[in-house]
């Protein structure tokens, strides 16, 4: 895209700050047609989102409440990446904390930018082959998370039902589906 086409910053400010984003407002500015606008963008934290199979085959998947949409959804082991924290580190970090699974064989799927629209934050999604159960789940104070094992082929078959409502989690889901595919495994 040429450069006269793309929005140019004059100002930032930061109108809201929490534990999980911040909401910032640019002041912009457009060349190609010497116009202005306002525009809001959540500064996000980096996350992961594991896809996991357990050495027997099943899936690892994780039952818990949501508040955004206040309901109870069915997903992949995900959080946030601290700062400085490699995304594996943390994919195996979430992993065990939200099922105590772990793994040795953890493949980077994609990294994705979220919603580049209105989000400056990336996802990334990895595959846990050959799990196996190394401790006791060890939530966070405000996280009530169940660890359910399920078969592969319910699991794949969640494009074609409400099975999974967590778009991030479908994703996961359909990415890890087409790897195991093309590798044949």
């Known amino acids: 895209m040429e450069k006269n086409k793309q929005w140019k910053i004059k100002e930032e400010n930061k109108l809201f700050s929490c534990k999980l984003f911040d909401v910032i407002e640019y002041d912009s500015y457009l060349p190609s047609k010497d116009i202005h606008n306002n525009f809001i963008a959540l500064h996000m934290t980096d996350w992961v989102n594991v896809f996991a199979l357990t050495k027997e085959g099943e899936v690892i998947m994780v039952k818990q409440h ?7 959804t069915l997903e992949v082991p995900a959080g946030i990446i601290e700062i400085g924290e490699n995304p594996a580190v943390s994919a195996l970090r979430e992993l065990e904390e939200e099922t105590g699974y772990t793994t040795d064989n953890l493949i980077l799927l994609k990294k994705i930018n979220v919603n580049p ?9 990895y595959l846990a082959l050959d799990c196996y159960q190394s401790k006791e789940q060890d939530l966070d ?3 009530e ?3 359910i094992l399920m078969d592969q082929k319910e699991i794949f078959a969640c494009r074609k039902n409400e099975l999974i409502l967590n778009s991030v989690s479908l994703l996961a889901i359909l990415l890890a589906k087409d790897y195991l ?5």
Do not use: C, D, H, S
């Not at 629209?117 to 999604?125: E, L």
């Not at 595919?181 to 495994?185: A, M």
């Open 66 to 72: 949501r508040m955004g949409k206040n309901l109870v």
């Open 117 to 125: 629209a209105i989000q400056n934050n990336n996802a990334y999604f």
């Open 145 to 147: 998370v169940e660890m």
């Open 141 to 143: 104070p405000t996280e």
């Open 181 to 185: 595919v093309e590798k044949g495994l």
